[in-house]
C-alpha cells in the first residue's frame, strides 16, 4: 500500500504564500496531481506534474500563480502558492499515479486558509 503525505498547509494572508509538499512512499511514480476541496464544493483539479520530465500542467485559477514541482532524488513533489487569494482556502489534496497500473493513491490533505 502506497503511502501518501502532505505538508506545508496553513493560514496566510491574502497576497502571502504557502509551499506545499507531498511525499509517496515509493519512486515508481508516473505524476503527481493536486486538488483542492473548498467547504460545500466539490473536490477540483489544481495542478499536475509528470515525474520523469517535469511537465506541468494547471487549472486556469491558478494558472500564474501556482508552480508545481518536483525533486525525485528526494522523492518529494512541491506546489508553490504565490500570490494567494481567499478563494484559494480549501484542503489540498496530492495525489499519485504511479509508473505501473492506473490506481491512485491519496493523502489526507493539508488546509490551506487564505484571510483578508
Known amino acids: 500500500q502506497v503511502q501518501v503525505v502532505e505538508s506545508g498547509g496553513g493560514s496566510v494572508q491574502d497576497g502571502g504564500s504557502l509551499r506545499l509538499s507531498c511525499a509517496p512512499s515509493?519512486?515508481?511514480?508516473?505524476?503527481v496531481s493536486w486538488f483542492r476541496q473548498a467547504p460545500g464544493l466539490e473536490r477540483e483539479f489544481v495542478a499536475t506534474?509528470?515525474?520523469?520530465?517535469?511537465?506541468?500542467y494547471y487549472s486556469d485559477s491558478v494558472k500564474g500563480r501556482f508552480t508545481a514541482s518536483r525533486d525525485t532524488a528526494k522523492n518529494t513533489a512541491y506546489l508553490e502558492m504565490n500570490s494567494l487569494k481567499r478563494e484559494d482556502t480549501a484542503v489540498y489534496y496530492c495525489?499519485?499515479?504511479?509508473?505501473?497500473?492506473?490506481?491512485?493513491?491519496w493523502g489526507l490533505g493539508t488546509q490551506v486558509t487564505v484571510s483578508s
Open positions: 515509493t519512486s515508481n511514480i508516473f505524476r
Open positions: 495525489n499519485v499515479r504511479l509508473s505501473v497500473g492506473t490506481s491512485d493513491y
Open positions: 506534474i509528470n515525474w520523469s520530465g517535469g511537465y506541468t
